[in-house]
């Protein structure tokens, strides 16, 4: 296993069209996060997944965005009606256990919108 | 609720001189913290973690970290700087028990002069 992978690491598109970003974690690790991250910040909390339930979503997940994590393996972050505003890093990490483990991140999928 | 700020967004040293990269948190809860590095281009990378067993925690590449619990403190430090430690440094807090959410600092870009 290679690690967190995401698909695709590059997506350019036009306001206003879905796009839809891949997760696949280290196969046993149960907790998957996603985050967001703009040029000169930190990563913002998105939503996190314990096997495949969703158990938490910031408020910074608009009703644009929605994220799965069918079967408890790989994850899908769609944004609907993309912006401007939604131009970022999104950021998949993957934990085995609990809260003390370390999280591993994948290299991110970096979203333009024209 | 939990928090985590740093309290300087860039820091620059010369190399060969000490690092000191600070970290307040505030949680509810016991927390467990992380440093992590990213550079540039780079995905992020775990330096050191503290999960309440020793409060002076050591780290890859020489970092190490001290836990004050009564100053809610867990600055980064780093008896020597080297070039290759120019990055930015991301401190973060992730509760031990209730809650989901691993939060992170807005982030220290540490610039090492030669």
């Known amino acids: 296993d290679t690690g967190v992978s995401q698909d695709p690491r590059h997506k350019i598109t036009k306001r206003g069209q879905n796009v839809t970003f891949r997760c696949d974690p280290i196969s046993e690790h149960n907790r998957l996060y996603w985050y967001r991250q703009t040029l000169g910040q930190g990563p913002e909390f998105l939503t996190y997944f314990q096997n495949e339930a969703q158990l938490e979503k910031s408020r910074l997940l608009s009703d644009r965005f929605s994220a799965e994590r069918p079967k408890g393996s790989f994850s899908t972050l769609e944004i609907q009606r993309t912006e401007q505003g939604d131009s970022a890093m999104y950021l998949c990490a993957s934990r085995e256990g609990g809260y003390t483990g370390e999280l591993f991140f994948g290299e991110g999928s970096r979203l333009t919108v024209l | 609720a939990q928090s985590v700020t740093q309290l300087d967004s860039h820091v620059s040293v010369s190399e060969g001189t000490p690092v000191l990269l600070r970290c307040n948190y505030s949680?509810?809860?016991?927390?467990?913290l992380f440093w992590y590095v990213q550079h540039p281009n780079k995905g992020l990378q775990l330096l050191l973690k503290y999960t309440s067993a020793a409060t002076l925690v050591k780290g890859i590449n020489g970092f190490e970290a001290e836990f004050k619990k009564s100053e809610t403190s867990f600055h980064l430090t780093k008896p020597s700087a080297h070039m290759s430690d120019a990055a930015e440094y991301f401190c973060?807090?992730?509760?031990?028990?209730?809650?989901?959410?691993?939060?992170f600092g807005a982030g220290t870009r540490l610039f090492v002069k030669a």
């Open positions: 949680s509810s809860y016991s927390p467990s």
């Open positions: 973060v807090v992730s509760p031990n028990t209730g809650g989901f959410k691993t939060i």
